[in-house]
């Protein structure tokens, strides 16, 4: 079985200042991982993802995430945060392999941009 | 392209009243889940199809909770009768195929919001 911790239930910060978010995951399998975002009153959509290769992965609106192995994390990085990047940010995992199509999610890190 | 639609976005009835919620997939999407979102929690799968068939419900409580993907496309999820800690969000998804899932390719509506009084 997987499990996902986030480290953050909350994460206010200033307008145009660096944020991370952090995850941990726990697998006894090879894994792939996603970030998925919320905005208010909205569906989850997925902002980027690691599957294989390069362990700083890319993804939509200026943020990426760097995969360290031996410390089993996921961390979420944006080096200058807009208002709008106001919302609930959930990491994800599941078995990179075999059948268990079993998407496996954290309990969220609400992140609040202020003026 | 239109994306998953549920309905109703919210949704208020009292205790022991049966609920119903409704999922459109996006077309072509053969892969659909429902998921449970309750207050300051991820999300958490309670079924999955693959087409008509339910391939995983496993999480789903069959003692008051059903649902059904009739023809592959359109799906329902009810709960009868309803209780107090049923209160959450109902999320729909969709996927092109199962191996999707493993890109993390899975698209999800904007959710139902339940309120049991």
């Known amino acids: 079985a997987q499990s996902v911790t986030q480290l953050d239930s909350q994460v206010p910060v200033f307008e145009e200042a660096p944020v991370e978010l952090r995850c941990n995951y726990s697998?006894?399998?090879?894994?792939?991982l996603f970030w998925y975002v919320q905005y208010p009153n909205q569906g989850l959509q997925l902002l980027l993802k690691?599957?294989?290769?390069?362990?700083l992965v890319k993804g939509i609106n200026g943020f990426e995430a760097e995969f360290n192995k031996s410390q089993t994390s996921f961390h979420l990085r944006k080096p200058s945060v807009h208002i709008s990047d106001t919302a609930e940010y959930f990491c994800?995992?599941?078995?990179?392999?075999?059948?268990?199509?079993?998407?496996?999610f954290g309990k969220g890190t609400l992140l609040t941009v202020n003026p | 392209e239109a994306g998953v639609v549920q309905s109703p976005r919210y949704k208020i009835i009292e205790k022991k009243q049966p609920v119903a919620f409704w999922c459109n997939p996006i077309?072509?999407?053969?892969?659909l889940y429902w998921y449970l979102q309750n207050l300051g929690q991820g999300p958490e799968l309670l079924i999955r199809?693959?087409?008509?068939?339910?391939?995983?419900d496993s999480q789903l409580p069959k003692d008051r909770f059903s649902a059904e993907r009739l023809k592959g496309v359109d799906s329902t999820l009810k709960i009868q009768p309803a209780e107090l800690g049923d209160s959450a969000v109902y999320l729909c998804?969709?996927?092109?195929?199962?191996?999707?899932?493993?890109?993390?390719?899975?698209?999800f509506g904007e959710g139902s919001r339940l309120t049991v009084l």
């Open positions: 077309s072509g999407h053969n892969t």
């Open positions: 690691y599957l294989s290769g390069s362990t």
């Open positions: 697998s006894s399998v090879s894994v792939y």
């Open positions: 199809y693959e087409n008509e068939e339910a391939v995983d």
């Open positions: 998804a969709s996927s092109h195929g199962q191996g999707a899932i493993n890109t993390g390719e899975l698209f």
């Open positions: 994800a995992v599941i078995p990179s392999g075999g059948s268990n199509y079993k998407l496996t």
